[in-house]
């Protein structure tokens, strides 16, 4: 599965943005989704993810109420809507799939798209 991840871009503290993961396959449907973030000179760091049916979320404490994440299956899409953006938010996104198989789990990373907030 290939993932490209799309939508970043350079937005003032308060703005919003709304980034896209969208895969090659449409087995993506039946995979598990995250974002992840690097920021500069910094660990990658969770930051929201989705199940393959869209009823369930999590979301880092640092984005709670700020970000939203949700997936059009039909599309193979995954988005992270993103609001009320703080310079912190700055980092590379990253979007993961992980598929789920009997013999383990495998992990598909998409190419990272960049945010920049700025004060």
């Known amino acids: 599965v290939q993932l490209q991840a799309s939508g970043g871009g350079l937005v003032q503290v308060g703005g919003s943005l709304r980034l896209s993961c969208a895969a090659s396959?449409?087995?993506?449907?039946?995979?598990?989704v995250g974002w992840f973030r690097q920021a500069p000179g910094k660990e990658r760091e969770f930051v929201a993810a989705?199940?393959?049916?869209?009823?369930?979320?999590h979301y880092a404490d640092s984005v709670k109420g700020r970000f939203t994440i949700s997936r059009d299956n039909a599309k193979n899409t995954v988005y992270l809507q993103m609001n009320s953006l703080k310079p912190e938010d700055t980092a590379v996104y990253y979007c993961?799939?992980?598929?789920?198989?009997?013999?383990?789990?495998?992990?598909?990373w998409g190419q990272g798209t960049e945010v920049t907030v700025s004060s």
């Open positions: 993961k799939a992980v598929c789920v198989t009997a013999r383990g789990s495998l992990d598909y």
């Open positions: 396959e449409r087995t993506f449907a039946t995979y598990r």
């Open positions: 989705i199940s393959w049916s869209g009823v369930v979320t």
